[in-house]
């Protein structure tokens, strides 16, 4: 496994990540642990902020809580002075919770109910980004209901799509987030939301994908942008003051992937902004990015106990720990990869090759496979690197299985974010009624 962050070898022999044991970790917490290395993530943070600040360009860091959504990490952004990008009310009620400023808070989604503009109407948020017609009449008539006027930025697909290390430049997008350059909607949208009394349009939201290692996607993005953005000043004469180019930078997960610096894609994004918008604009817009993935997503690890193990020989031998597909979904999900190690037995050397299951009751549930592994033995701890965003974000109670605890580490200590499920929690929202309690017990 590669080590990275505060993450080390001590000399028990045991994975040390942000100066604590992970081998006491397991006796403090159990398992499964997802154990966040505060220090990486607010260096991550400070990567973005400084990039920006070096380009001279006004700017926002909006970390996008989707990726790992918790209180903690929420307070976490707002000291490193980033905004937060919300896409539910249960995103932004989190962000509210954990005191984190409104008028820093941006809200995302291709369907937000009446119910979540009219909470963050109250709540007094930074800015809507609002994804469709339905969504702008909405909001419109919420804002005037209140004497308001709310912030906005409309989402539009510019024709631009970006995987890893493809990006596909489509004359029309087939997606279901945003208006449309290519069709003429984004242009509708950008004048009947510039003539709006009760929404202040303060510019455009493109978003081209996730894990992207390569610059041309973001580059081309923000040509097509910044044309649309001058036609429309052409045309209608409305001038963007913001520019939100979204998240979607990509991390290592394994030795496979090949992310650039960070400072690297924005200097990028900043460059081709400043190009493209050059001498059209009477002066350069504010950039707005939205980084998930790239701020939490290598701070995590996920620490197992591995339990029993089933060898076929010449075939396979499964190697089964506490958790799985409940608290790491990626790996059925996206066929997602990972590199893992033995945290308790850090200077063995590779015996063996193993695939790592999960406690589910279903045969997908895989998270690694074809490991190299030490002689396992049952009781050993497993810790799978790089599960910092979309994990806990996107844990289920599948089976019913409690859904892990997630500790912050850094200089030797560890301070517990999110508790362990209990029992309880897990029959906390059912309810018997009383017409079936009521029905004599089977005999
Ligand atoms: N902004 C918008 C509008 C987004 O839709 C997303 C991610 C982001 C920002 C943050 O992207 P990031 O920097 O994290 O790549 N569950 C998937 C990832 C889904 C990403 C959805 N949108 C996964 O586990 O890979």
Same mark, same amino acid.
């Given at each position: 496994?590669?080590?990275?962050g505060t993450s080390k070898i001590n000399p028990k022999g045991h994975l040390e990540i942000g100066g604590c044991d992970t081998v006491e970790l397991k006796e403090t917490y159990g398992t499964p642990l997802y154990i966040m290395d505060e220090a990486l993530i607010r260096q991550r943070c400070r990567e973005y902020m400084e990039a920006f600040r070096a380009s001279g360009l006004q700017f926002q860091v909006?970390?996008?809580s989707k990726a790992f959504c918790v209180?903690?990490?929420?307070?976490?952004a707002e000291e490193e002075g980033l905004s937060l990008d919300v896409v539910s009310e249960g995103e932004l009620f989190t962000a509210l919770e954990a005191g984190f400023p409104a008028h820093r808070i941006h809200f995302h989604g291709n369907n937000k109910t009446p119910e979540e503009l009219e909470m963050a109407i109250q709540a007094n948020i930074g800015c809507f980004v609002v994804d469709n017609f339905v969504e702008m009449h909405m909001l419109q008539a919420l804002a005037a209901e209140k004497g308001l006027k709310v912030n906005i930025l409309l989402r539009v697909t510019p024709g631009v799509e970006a995987h890893?290390?493809?990006?596909?430049?489509?004359?029309?997008?087939?997606?279901?987030?945003?208006?449309?350059?290519?069709n003429g909607s984004a242009f509708d949208a950008v004048e009947l939301a510039s003539r709006s009394q009760n929404l202040r349009l303060l510019g455009l939201h493109s978003h081209i994908g996730s894990q992207i290692?390569? /610059?041309?996607? %973001?580059? $081309?993005? *923000?040509?097509? /942008?910044?044309? %649309?953005? $001058?036609? *429309?000043k052409d045309k209608l004469n409305v001038i963007f003051k913001v520019i939100n180019l979204g998240g979607g930078f990509g991390i290592r997960y394994t030795a496979e992937d090949t992310p650039l610096k960070v400072s690297d894609y924005v200097k990028a994004i900043t460059d081709a902004v400043k190009s493209s918008f050059a001498g059209a604009y009477p002066q350069l817009p504010e950039i707005w990015v939205e980084p998930g993935r790239s701020i939490v997503g290598d701070a995590g690890t996920t620490l197992y106990t591995v339990g029993t193990s089933k060898d076929i020989p010449g075939v396979r031998k499964y190697v089964s720990v506490d958790g799985g597909m409940t608290d790491n979904p990626?790996?059925?999900?996206?066929?997602?990869?990972?590199?893992?190690?033995?945290?308790?037995?850090g200077r063995d050397t590779a015996e063996e090759t193993v695939s790592i299951a999960g406690k589910c009751c279903e045969s997908g549930d895989m998270l690694i496979w074809d490991l190299e592994l030490p002689q396992v033995k049952s009781g050993d701890l497993l810790a799978v690197a790089c599960t910092g965003a979309y994990n806990y974000a996107m844990a289920s109670n599948y089976n019913r299985i409690r859904r892990p605890a997630v500790v912050f580490v850094q200089n030797g200590q560890s301070d517990l974010v999110v508790k362990r499920e209990s029992l309880q929690d897990i029959t906390a929202c059912d309810v018997i009624p009383e017409r079936i309690a009521k029905q004599p017990s089977f005999k």
């Open positions: 496994m590669y080590l990275h909006a970390y996008a209180m903690a990490m929420c307070r976490l890893t290390h493809e990006y596909i430049s489509t004359g029309q997008t087939d997606s279901k987030f945003g208006f449309d350059i290519g290692f390569e /610059v041309e996607g %973001f580059q $081309l993005a *923000v040509e097509r /942008v910044a044309q %649309f953005a $001058l036609h *429309v990626r790996p059925a999900l996206y066929e997602s990869k990972y590199e893992a190690m033995l945290a308790n037995r």
